[in-house]
Each structure stands twice: as C-alpha cells, then as structure tokens.
C-alpha cells in the first residue's frame, strides 16, 4: 500500500498514515485503510489498534485539490457517505481503535480521531475543524460527533468560527484523553494498548457494543443530513472560491451565492 502502513507486535497493531507531507485524507488513502481495517479485523492475535501520522502531522484532513476533480454536488454526496461509512466501521470496530495525535488532526483528520475511541495527544498539537474558511462544511460526521465531546455551545464556537485549540485544551472539552509531551505520545499509547489487550476480547467486544448502544436514531438522521447538506454546499459559488483561495493561499472572497 501506498498511503497507510501496517504491522503489530504484543497484541496490538499499529496503523500508520503515511502521506507526505501532511497525510491528506484522499479516497486513496480512505480506501487502503479500510482495506487494513478488513486485514485487522480477522486477525484473531490482533486486540488492540493505534492509528498515528507520519511525518508532523496526524492529518492536516481531506485532499483539498481532489476537490476540484468532483464535478457535480451528488458526487459530493457519495464521496462524504463513503468517509462517514468508514468511520462509523472505526467507532464501531469490534477491537478498540486509539488515535494517537500530535502536530495538527484538522478537518477530516479530525473526524478520523473522532471516530476512534480513545485519543491521546501530544500538548501542543492542533485540533480544528476549518471547512467553513473554505465555504464548506464536515463531511465526514464531524457536526455530529464533536458535539456529543465537547456539547453543543463550544462545538458551535468551534465550527463556525473554525478556532483551533490544542491537545491540552481538548482534555479540558472532553475531545480527548490524555495529553503528553509529543516525545512520550506514541510510548504511552502503546502503554495503552497493551494494557487493553491483556483483557478477554470477548469482555472487550461486548463493551464497544454497549458503548455504541448509546447512540440514537437521532445521531443517525443527523449523519444523514450531514451528507446531504455536505453537497448542497459544495453546489455554492463560495465553495468554489474558498477551495480556489485555498489552492492558491489566499484569502476567499465570499458573496452568499
């Protein structure tokens, strides 16, 4: 594979994004790691994952330049229920999935720690959801899930003012687990794992599934609304020009149109 590497060692295995130079969600990159997810998941050694970035970043989010390649706003549609499909199987994967963060876990980077049940982050890595600097909005359940973290007051500020806060400000929300020197991230995650993987998988199992029981159909409809909203508003002239500014580091210039 390309973009994600994989291997495992006492029990737990250890996903890493590996896409120079900020490990951008492509849909290749989503495909291979729901491709590493199938090879996990019948590995019955395996009772324990970590998904952590290579490089400085866990991921700066979505490939913003594919973008420009979707065409018509059901494309859109399509493209974020795959991203949502693939981390609804990560929150729900039958073996626990911790996200270890450092540098910056942006928009669908983000999206991607969110879905995984336990985060630790470096101190000073970054958290935000940006997609409205672009006149877009999450694609990936990220207005679902970040709410349900950090409730809904604080998701809003986050969203709509796109406000970045650091992995010692996610602890305080409730974003994220713990917070360590980045030197000691990825050592204490594994510390971590291990010590889950030493528990009965079937005990193991049945908590992920108790945990999941809490989410409604509420969540759900909302997903659902998530992704069609997501390609109404790529269908905008300001989410061409914010992806545009982007692409071209500048600041956009929206109209309302």
Known sequence: MENVKWSYQDRVAKITLHRPPANALSSSTLRELAAVLDEIEKNAEIRAVIIHGEGRFFSAGADIKEFTSIESSEQFVQYGKYGQALFERIETFSKPIIAAIHGAALGGGLELAMACHIRMTAEDAKFALPELQLGLIPGFAGSQRLPRYVGTARAAEMLLTSQTITGKEAVQYGLANHAFPERELLGKTEEMAKLIAKKSPASIKAILT?????????????????????GEVFASNDAKEGISAFIEKREPMFKGT
């Open 210 to 230: 108790l945990l999941n029981a809490a989410k409604t159909n509420e969540y759900y409809a909302g997903v659902e609304k998530e992704a069609e909203l997501f």
